[in-house]
């Protein structure tokens, strides 16, 4: 195992995107996620701090190699020092690229306040248009609080801005060209992802999900789509060029426009992943579906020092399993929730 450089596991992997989950609270209650009543949340006492969150979160990017940084929760935007985090992470050198996933309601009273403490761009949640679907899938009638927070994170400039849509089995295929196209017309990046086994309830359906071949055909159906031929490296996204349009880029012109499907569940990319997640209580997981652990957590509060928790994450890093085995007979959802693992 290298002891120093970029982390690797026994595959050739090298790791250099880190999500962190801020906490496992959220103000939505999406179907898919968690229960109507929500979760047992998890004590204050156990969340990492702020000082904690940016000591790791140093650790990855000054000794470990990382790269990019995507706050997750949960609903990330509940923590109140997220704008103190993300100021102290941008001063951090080499200074990562940072991003944050959300649900959207709280951007229009933070998304300027994010940008200027140094936000690079923002993935919102939002699975249909159509406000009786949204209701029934959140089990919350806050559509235009959504709407009104993606304009405020593009007039923010934080872009660009992306859209993570999970189609409901209930209609969900008839929403993907109405959410393509109020991204096309806004300059937003849209993503469709297949709904994987992280449910609370655990009641996820394999025969009842919505597979990326029938988001293709669908979206086909409708747009003039062109495969990317663009090198994919890490990405989880298989992209699309949509002939014909066009969307503000990274640096201020326009580019072609581009829709991705993620299929995590019909064609997995864990031969190419580049990710490790750090749940909003310290735990490392260097996958999503991960049955193990590593207590960041409790090495912090022992006492130990950067370079003993650098070597505990390259060591958990480099016995990262070649997959998550979702089409495999011995798969196992993991006993944690979406919310308490991080998107």
């Known amino acids: 195992m290298p002891t120093s450089g970029p982390m690797l596991d026994t595959f050739g992997r090298t790791t250099r995107d880190l999500r962190v989950s801020l906490t496992d609270r959220c103000n939505l209650r999406c179907t898919y996620c ?3 009543e929500g979760l047992d949340w998890l004590p204050r006492s156990e969340v990492l701090d702020t000082a904690e969150l940016v000591r790791l979160i140093g650790i990855a990017v000054g000794d470990l190699g990382v790269t990019a940084i995507r706050f997750t929760g949960g609903e990330p935007l509940l923590r109140k020092d997220l704008p103190e985090i993300i100021e102290a992470v941008a001063r951090l050198d080499p200074r990562p690229e ?9 951007l229009r009273r933070h998304a300027s306040r994010l940008a200027a403490a140094g936000l690079d761009r923002v993935n919102v949640s939002l699975d249909t248009l159509d406000r009786d679907r949204f209701a029934a899938i959140t089990r919350r009638d806050r559509l235009d609080d959504v709407l009104d927070g993606l304009a405020a994170a593009r007039e923010a400039g934080l872009s660009p801005v992306k859209i993570n849509a999970v189609l409901s089995p209930d209609g969900g295929l008839d929403d993907a060209p109405e959410l393509l196209r109020m991204c096309l017309d806004n300059g937003y990046a849209l993503r469709i992802i297949e709904q994987m086994p992280l449910d609370a309830g655990h009641t996820w359906s ?3 999900m919505i597979t990326a071949d029938m988001v293709y055909d669908r979206l086909a159906d409708e747009f003039d789509l ?12 298989e992209t699309w060029v949509v002939r014909g349009h066009q969307m503000p880029g990274r640096d201020g012109g326009m580019v072609d426009a581009r829709v991705g499907i993620i299929a995590s569940v019909t064609r997995p990319f864990c031969g190419d992943c580049d990710r490790t997640r750090l749940t909003a209580d310290g735990a490392l997981r260097t996958c999503l579906f991960s049955t193990t652990e590593t207590d960041l957590r409790g090495l912090l509060r022992g006492g130990a020092d950067d370079a003993e928790i ?13 997959g998550h085995a979702i089409n495999d007979p011995s798969f196992l959802q993991p006993t944690r929730p979406m919310s308490a693992i991080g998107g």
């Open 34 to 36: 968690m229960p109507a």
């Open 98 to 106: 940072m991003a944050v996933t959300t649900n959207g309601l709280g």
């Open 206 to 208: 394999r025969s009842e």
């Open 226 to 237: 062109v495969a990317d031929p663009r090198p994919r490296g890490s990405a989880p996204a």
């Open 310 to 322: 650098a070597l505990a994450w390259r060591r958990a890093t480099w016995g990262k399993l070649p």
